[in-house]
């Protein structure tokens, strides 16, 4: 699976967006570029999922050029409670899911 | 809640001692996965069963022994574990291998003593 790269950290204030992005140059035509959620000591969750252009969902958006090398998470109006890892992930059709280091996201008052 | 339970959510072990963790899934998913999630370090995905047979094994010691007796319970059994061996040991169900959707459990976390 192609590798991805994404910022170790991004700090935000409380009701700022935040946008996380990731480079993944290497992407194959078959992967679909998917987020996760992890807060300490709890298991990863599910957060959106994209192949290209713009997916929204209640909780996030994703952005994604034309050219798929990169994919932007933005977390809209965070608030404490969205301090978590963030980690992007490239999955192919056999949905194989390796997880890199994530972006841990620090929302302060 | 995300319909897959770990159990314990805390173990201590000796090196020489034997345990199982136990995680299960009533979501109807066909694909069940152990990771191990060590202190500053990414997942690591350590097996994945789809439909109770076992597709992958990347490369874990023989100290871990998993099991998956039906689709909707998953062991991993461990012996004379090492003290690096202690993290967070995380299961997980998807409705199929192919699928990207995978719903985690809490996690157990262990410690070798």
């Known amino acids: 699976l192609a590798k991805t790269t994404q910022p170790i950290s991004m700090d935000s204030y409380e009701g700022q967006e935040v946008n996380i992005t990731c480079s993944h140059n290497?992407?194959?035509?078959?992967?679909?570029i998917t987020w996760y959620q992890q807060f300490p000591s709890q298991g990863p969750r599910f957060i959106i999922q994209g192949y290209k252009t713009k997916v929204t969902n209640e909780v996030a958006s994703l952005f994604i050029p034309a050219d798929r090398k990169s994919s932007t998470l933005s977390l809209p109006r965070v608030s404490l409670s969205d301090t978590a890892v963030y980690y992007c992930?490239?999955?192919?059709?056999?949905?194989?899911?390796?997880f890199g280091a994530g972006t841990q996201v620090v929302v302060t008052p | 809640e995300t319909g897959v339970t770990q159990t314990p959510r805390h173990l201590v072990m000796g090196m020489t001692n034997k345990k199982s963790l136990k995680c299960e899934q009533h979501?109807?998913?066909?694909?069940m996965y152990w990771y191990k999630q060590s202190a500053k370090k990414p997942l690591e995905l350590m097996f994945v069963?789809?439909?109770?047979?076992?597709?992958e094994n990347n490369s874990v010691p023989s100290r871990f022994s998993p099991e998956c007796p039906n689709s909707s319970h998953l062991f991993l059994h461990l012996h004379t574990l090492q003290p690096e061996d202690s993290a967070l040991y995380l299961c997980a169900s998807s409705p199929g291998v192919s699928s990207t959707e995978a719903f985690f459990g809490q996690g157990t976390r262990l410690t070798v003593v």
């Open positions: 992930l490239l999955s192919d059709s056999w949905g194989k899911l390796q």
């Open positions: 979501l109807g998913h066909n694909a």
């Open positions: 290497n992407i194959a035509t078959n992967d679909y």
């Open positions: 069963y789809s439909l109770e047979e076992r597709v």
